[in-house]
């Protein structure tokens, strides 16, 4: 017999995700100790557990699978070809749908104004304080994308517009927002993207308590501070309207204290997904829920509560950091909805986390 975790390694599996596997029936144990729990298999079922984690690469439904599984273990090899067949011609039918209407989008795209150009034409010259520069910076810099494909959202948003300068990152997965307020721009809303490196050298201008002086001038972008200066081109990309990306409906807002909500999620279950995350591997995934008196739970393995909420439990630790502060406000909406972390004294600055599919 082979452990849970000799299982996990042989079958492409996590343990977590084999837990799942026998309470859908998929792939159930051979033996289960009626006293500890712990869940046995027989050397045998590592080819099942190789050919379920291939099958659900590649996105086959887990009703099916069962099927595969058991025409595998028999002699029923037609039905598994045809089984492999029927799928294979939805994700073909699947793929010439999504390109017709692709191709549409574009066309769309194509003849249609971009409002965004007067925005990034215009010249700007302001003065920041430099703490409150910094302290932006280092809030969104985690949620920026590195996706060669979005080379707009490997950048940093600088939106300016009257006295406020507000800085957006988002990698599609995660979305951040911090505010700094300014003095001496009188003109029109501008907005630039700056690239990570340029952004990160002016992160490292920011050592002092006195203001600093940031200049816009089409697509270059300069930040003096004293006699030191960063200055580069910005990036000649749009950036998502992130405005319409944070008109959420209102959740249930409960405050957690940061260092006691970060053991909880480091030490709490975590699940393992089938989606991707920004890396392209599978994530694992901490599922939460409000409780009634008030606080939030990382709940257990068996816990199907409809209105839990997962999400990727790395980028929210990297939330929970980004946040600074020692008590933070988690803003639970429906499971399908973004989980908002804000900070409880300054509540224009926040990170939103895109929720993760749960298999079933």
Request: net charge negative; aromatic share 4%.
């Amino acid at each position: 017999m082979r452990s849970i975790g000799e299982m996990a390694r042989d079958g492409g599996l996590s343990v977590s995700a084999l837990r799942f596997y026998d309470r859908a029936g998929v792939l159930v144990p051979a033996w289960v100790d009626p006293v500890s729990g712990y869940r046995w298999y027989e050397p045998g079922q590592s080819e099942e557990a190789r050919l379920l984690a291939r099958l659900r690469r590649a996105g086959m439904p887990l009703a099916d699978i069962r099927l595969v599984l058991a025409g595998w273990a028999g002699t029923d090899t037609d039905l598994v070809r045809g089984l492999l067949a029927a799928h294979l011609r939805r994700l073909e039918l699947g793929l010439s749908e999504a390109r017709g209407e692709f191709s549409t989008i574009r066309a769309q795209l194509d003849h249609r104004e971009n409002p965004m150009t007067s925005l990034r034409t215009a010249t700007a010259r302001l003065s920041v304080p430099a703490p409150r520069l910094a302290a932006a910076l280092d809030a969104v810099r985690f949620a920026a994308g590195t996706d060669a494909e979005l080379p707009m959202l490997g950048g940093i948003l600088f939106d300016i517009e009257g006295d406020e300068l507000n800085v957006v990152t988002t990698d599609r997965y995660r979305l951040a927002v911090a505010q700094a307020r300014t003095t001496g721009h009188a003109g029109p809303r501008t907005q630039v993207v700056v690239p990570l490196p340029l952004g990160d050298a002016m992160r490292a201008l920011l050592t002092g308590d006195e203001s600093v002086q940031l200049g816009v001038d089409g697509d270059r972008v300069t930040l003096e501070a004293g006699d030191r200066q960063a200055a580069g081109q910005c990036l000649g990309h749009e950036f998502p309207d992130y405005r319409r990306l944070v008109r959420l409906p209102a959740g249930r807002r409960i405050h957690v204290d940061t260092a006691a909500f970060r053991q909880a999620l480091e030490t709490g279950p975590v699940r393992t997904s089938d989606t991707r995350g920004q890396d392209g591997e599978p994530c694992d995934i901490s599922v939460l829920r409000g409780t009634e008196d008030g606080t939030v739970i990382v709940c257990d393995d068996g816990d199907e509560d409809p209105d839990n909420v997962a999400v990727n439990r790395r980028f929210l630790l990297h939330a929970l950091t980004a946040g600074a502060r020692d008590e933070l406000v988690l803003e639970l909406g429906a499971p399908t909805a973004p989980l908002a972390v804000r900070r409880p004294d300054d509540e224009r600055g926040f990170s939103l986390l895109m929720p993760v599919r749960l298999d079933n």
